[in-house]
């Protein structure tokens, strides 16, 4: 079906497609220069040390957690705490390497870890809250940092879906140990697939560069924080220290990203732009609620959902929505315990996901673009004026 409002929308331009050209006149497609040359320029835009691109974000929180492991700053068997709510792979790298899984409700207003319930949530075994910026959205730091120094716990982020976001000042990504970013192609930036992790600790930044390839020491320093190399660039070549991927990217993915993010700001000003627009004529609607905005969100799409006479009226308004050229989605994964994957888990739910339940059915979300969307807003509040109607 060809929709009038679509999930996303073509950010490319002349620069993304002379990129492509260069890369493919320079005959050098796996990682390389332009992939060097796209992290640098990441990492200074987000104001951090190290930049780790790979071929997607749910690689990104993989080698995060991988890196983790091997640095022996989480053990298998060590409690992580997570939100009920979010995307397939902020969970399956925290059960591949033996993590004990906790999952907290979400805040019914902001979508995000709901607070009060993670710090009722926190035990002894507990070693890592990995947050996510649902939908764009940042989640309150100043919080969550407090109770990580307060109880020894190490914050990652999951900030696959808010690139750009600020909480205080500090673009979100940057504000964990390891922040993750993807680069999709319904993403604020798009190299096709694609993601990055970053951090400011060196150790780290060396366990992600061998695990993204293969394991191998070739992508080290000479004085690396974690493997001191030979003078013997034949050994070197093929020399493995820990159980790594292949999560390379490729040249013209990286060649692709470095023109996009230029345009980075951009994007973002028009998303906030089109969030004041939907949220001044959701107004008018009875019925329904949407994601209450932390700090300064990048509005990755738009979340809304069901109340009062609308409970339990999704199918039948997705259904509408879709007829009438609409495209939409769950919000994220929805309560993520209720998959079938849990079942390989080592899990535990707190307390009761009254919240991520409700969401999980009474929410969708459509998406927000680079460009500006009033005349799609406009009919997106209308088609829902006369579904309920």
Known sequence: MVF????????????????????????????GPEVEAFESEFARKFGVKHAVMVNSGSSANLIAIAALIYSG???????????????????????????????????????????????DAITEKTKAIFAVNLLGNPNEFDKLLKLCKENDIILLEDNCEAMGAVYKGRYTGTIGFIGTFSMFYSHHISTMEGGVAVTNDEELYHYMLAIRAHGWTRNLPKNSAIYRKSDNEFYESFNFIVP????????????????????????IEQRRRNAEYFKGRMKELK???????????????????????????????????????????????????R????????????????????????????????????????MLVEVLRRAIN
């Open 339 to 378: 998959n079938a994957a849990i079942r390989y888990f080592d899990y535990e739910i707190h307390s009761e996901l009254i919240n991520a339940d409700y969401i999980h059915e009474n929410g969708f979300f459509v998406g927000n673009h680079s460009r500006d969307l009033t005349k799609e807003i406009d």
């Open 4 to 31: 009038k409002y679509p999930l996303t929308d073509d950010t490319w331009g002349n620069e993304e497609l002379e990129a492509i050209n260069r890369v493919i006149r320079s005959r050098r497609f796996t990682m």
């Open 73 to 119: 700053r989480l053990n298998r068997g060590d409690e992580v705490i997570v939100p009920a709510v979010s995307w397939s792979t902020t969970y399956f790298p925290l059960q591949q390497y033996g993590l004990k899984v906790k999952f907290v409700d979400i805040d019914r207003n902001t979508l995000n870890i709901d607070l009060e319930e993670v710090k």
């Open 244 to 267: 790594g991927y292949n999560l390379r990217p490729l040249e013209i993915e990286a060649a692709i990203g470095r023109e996009q993010l230029k345009k980075l700001d951009r994007f």
């Open 287 to 337: 019925g329904f609620s949407i994601q209450q905005e932390v700090e300064k969100s990048s509005w990755f799409g738009f979340a809304i959902i069901l109340d009062r006479e609308n409970k339990g009226k999704r199918d039948s308004i997705v259904k509408f929505l879709q007829e009438n050229q609409i495209e939409v989605r769950p919000i994220v994964a929805g309560n993520f315990t």
